[in-house]
Structures are given as C-alpha cells and as structure tokens.
C-alpha cells in the first residue's frame, strides 16, 4: 500500500521580514500615537497661550537646519544599508547613518546647553513654551538615541539584511517625526 | 504566513531613494526660504503647513513604502494623520485667529 505524504508548507523566505516589518509597524503605530499625544498637547497650550515666543526669540535656525539635513541624509543612507547586498558596503552605509544620527545628537545637546545658559534661559519648568520644547525634542532625541544603539549594533555585529531593513524602517520614522518639530519650533511664524 | 505589510525596502531602486531624498531637500530648502521671507505670518503659516504636509507626504511614500491596502501600516498612518491633523488645524487657527461659535 502506497501512502502519500501531502507537502509539509514552508515558511517562505520573506516570512521573517514580513513578521519583523509587521512587528516594527505596529510598535510605530503606538509610537506614533505618543508623539501624537505631545503634538496636540503643543498646539493646545500654544493656543491658547496668551502670548508665544517667536522662533528666532530663544532657537537658533542654522545648527538646527544642519541637524535636519544630517538625519534627511542618514534617512538616505539607511535606505541605502537596507538596500546593500554585500556585509561590506552595509556596514559602510550603517556607519554614516551612525555618524549622522550622532551629529543630530551633538547638535541637540549643543542647543540644550546654550538654551540653559544664555542670558534669557529656557528651562523645562520656567514656561510653557520650554517644557513643550525639552518635552518634544527630548522625546525625540531618546528614539534618535535608541535608532543609534541599534544601528551601532548592526554595524558591530553579524547583522542579518532582513534585521537592518526593520531597523530602517524604526529610522525613517524618527526621520518624519522630527519635521514637525521642526517646522512647529524653528519655522513656525509667532502670533 | 504574514506577508511584508509594506513594499521592502530593499525592494526599491537606488534611483527612487536618491530621487526621495532631492524632493526632501528642496522641500527643506523651501521651508527654511519661506520662515526667513518677509510674508505675512498667514501666507508662512499657510506654506509651511503645505511644505510639511509634503515632506510627510514624500518619507511616507517614498521612503518608508507604506501601502493604504495593507493594516498595520494604516493603524500608524491613521494616528499620524489625525495627530499631525489636529496640530496644523489648531496653530492656524492661533495664526488666523478664527473663533467659531
């Protein structure tokens, strides 16, 4: 008596990427939602603010243009590592993410620290417009700083493509959450 | 099996992502020309809700792939929309000082 064995299915090869991706999508949806969170508590309490600093009145716009173009580029260039085929040529383009993402970090810390010690300071807890400021930014600059272990991670170690495409995905949306803050602070005409 | 919720990345010409990261500079470049113009606080506020809903526009599409069709990337459009949404709809009406009721 012949029996035959119907096909065991297999997991495609994408199938780990695709529950990776899935996986990193639903954490940037909650993610998401928490910079939604602040966003809205921005707009509300400067709207209804009596009166709101203008942009050039406490931030400098040329360091924070050089860190917006360093993480457009480093958005660039993790698509690029996502894309490498060679172990090589990804560590080389996770690299200068790496040194992007740590140049948008040394320009942030460089604004905190002129921001506290200027002749009009802006602290987290003196007004409004500074504890939106710290807030926003600084919960950004944590997922800059998380984006930038694993990215550091991936070029240390043996990090599998499927691993840096998830990654880069993470990367992008630090990138796109950052335009807002920019256009809200730095750019936003006063009232 | 879960299928890839978004296009892969790896998925994309190199051509594409040069193209996507020029439309962002400009874009950039174009925000920072209007908030330095001397035009009216209404018509910065107005091009730069514009520009950012561009840029936006232009990561979401171009580099993160995202795809309307499929679910999970919809959950995290959906809360950056209607966040992003509320922000823009209430600073111009800070800019534009309209007052319904």
Request: aromatic fraction near 10%; charge should be positive; hydrophobic fraction near 60%.
């Amino acid at each position: 008596m012949s029996s035959t064995v119907p096909p065991v299915p297999v997991a495609a090869p994408a199938a780990s990427s695709g529950v990776g991706n899935a996986g990193m999508w639903i954490f940037l949806a909650t993610d998401a939602m928490g910079f939604g969170g602040l966003f809205m508590a921005y707009g509300v309490l400067r709207t209804r603010a009596a009166a709101w600093p203008g942009a050039r009145a406490h931030l400098a716009l040329a360091p924070a243009a050089v860190m917006t173009f360093a993480l457009l580029v480093s958005a660039f260039t993790v698509a690029q590592a996502a894309r490498a085929a060679k172990p090589g040529a990804r560590r080389g383009w996770l690299a200068a993410t790496a040194v992007l993402g740590l140049i948008f970090l040394g320009g942030e810390g460089a604004e905190y620290r002129r921001l506290a010690s200027g002749a009009d300071p802006v602290r987290l807890g003196l007004d409004l417009f500074g504890a939106t400021f710290y807030a926003l930014t600084g919960y950004h600059g944590l997922h800059v700083a998380a984006g930038l272990a694993c990215l550091i991670a991936g070029f240390v170690g043996k990090t599998r493509a499927r691993t840096i495409e998830v990654v880069a995905l993470y990367w992008q949306f630090v990138d796109l959450a950052w335009m807002p803050i920019f256009t809200f602070f730095y750019l936003w005409p006063a009232r | 099996m879960i299928t890839g919720v978004h296009q892969p990345l790896a998925a994309g010409r190199p051509r594409s992502a040069w193209a996507g990261f020029a439309v962002l500079a400009a874009l950039t470049a174009a925000e920072l020309a209007v908030a330095t113009s001397s035009a009216s606080a209404r018509a910065r506020a107005t091009a730069l809700g514009g520009l950012l809903i561009a840029k936006a526009g232009v990561v979401l599409g171009a580099c993160l792939r995202v795809s309307w069709r499929r679910a999970s990337p919809r959950l995290a459009l959906a809360a950056l929309a209607i966040a992003t949404g509320f922000a823009v709809v209430l600073m111009l009406e800070a800019v534009f000082q309209v007052r319904l009721g």
